[in-house]
């Protein structure tokens, strides 16, 4: 099979600074849920995210719901956690996938079932987020699956993994990052920014272990238009670091969606300064239609054409 490759990377190795966005499946078989949800996106964005049973709620797969929006036009990245399947299905649907033209991926832990409504629901976690990542980058570099059996022919993804530049300890969040980067990763989304201050600390620190030599750096935007949401972000979200000031800035606003607006492009342009980040991940829950509105107003829009 004729080796085709991701448009994210491509464009990532063209140094574009890329912008990459979120769509959430529905809960339900409505494919033109996501259909209605791909066009507002096209153009607007290089790679769109389509997350995997987000909080441990029942949702279209993953997959189906990427290979939907890519016949619509757009660049998909699958997202496939370790909390539903064991390694066995974790490789059948890396191969399904990539049958399916399917390109990039974004391995990840997965939120714990007590999140989500099926508290009955046992996990799996048979593999933990970096070897999910080495298994993935097996399949793809090495051509053989986690047993040892080799393929005739091997799936083809550009690989991910999350970074959170908040969590603590902060000394255990990069040795994860160092363990991914040596696992195979190739890019990171990381979680969103509100603390600017804490990021640029962070970005001092992935510069100095040289890991934005070794991966793509992509920083996360998720623009809110109510206090509330900061305030729920800032107690029961682990590792978010949403400062007081932020939420204060909120609170004094008029058009609390205008300033949602204003505070995201306003990150973007201090990161897009920041050395060794590549792009932006925009993922407003349950607001995925003001992303044009943001990616245009960051200046962003048109999207540059990749070769």
């Not at 080796?3 to 033109?32: H, W, Y």
């Not at 607007?44 to 949702?59: L, M």
Request: contains cysteine; proline residues 5%; glycine residues 8%.
């Amino acid at each position: 099979m004729p080796e085709i490759k991701s448009l994210l990377k491509k464009r990532l190795e063209a140094g574009q600074f890329v912008v990459c966005s979120e769509l959430g499946p529905p809960i339900g078989a409505d494919p033109e849920f996501i259909r209605e949800k791909a066009r507002r996106l096209k153009g607007y964005v290089d790679a769109t995210n389509v997350t995997d049973n987000q909080t441990a709620i029942v949702r279209m797969s993953s997959i189906a719901a990427a290979r939907i929006a890519a016949d619509e036009g757009l660049e998909m990245i699958i997202q496939v956690t370790a909390r539903d399947r064991n390694r066995i299905g974790i490789q059948s649907d890396i191969l399904g996938a990539s049958s399916l033209g399917l390109r990039n991926v974004l391995c990840l832990t997965g939120d714990h079932q007590v999140f989500g409504m099926d508290k009955g629901a046992k996990n799996v976690f048979d593999l933990d987020s970096v070897q999910l990542i080495k298994t993935v980058h097996d399949m793809v570099h090495e051509g053989v699956l986690l047993n040892g059996k080799e393929m005739e022919v091997p799936p083809q993804m550009f690989i991910g993994g999350a970074a959170n530049p908040f969590a603590d300890p902060f000394e255990m969040q990069m040795l994860k990052m160092i363990k991914k980067v040596e696992a195979g990763v190739e890019f990171f989304q990381t979680q969103a920014i509100y603390n600017i201050e804490k990021f640029e600390y962070w970005m001092e620190e992935v510069r100095k272990l040289g890991l934005h030599k070794k991966s793509y750096i992509l920083a996360g935007i998720l623009p809110t238009r109510s206090v509330k949401a900061l305030k729920m972000m800032k107690k029961h979200v682990a590792g978010m670091d949403v400062p007081d000031e932020v939420i204060a800035r909120m609170e004094a606003a008029g058009d609390k969606k205008k300033e949602g607006v204003k505070m995201a492009v306003e990150t973007i342009e201090r990161v897009k300064q920041i050395e060794g980040v590549r792009g932006v991940h925009l993922m407003p829950v349950a607001w995925e239609e003001i992303t044009p509105v943001v990616v245009e107003e960051a200046g962003l829009y048109p999207r540059p054409e990749v070769e």
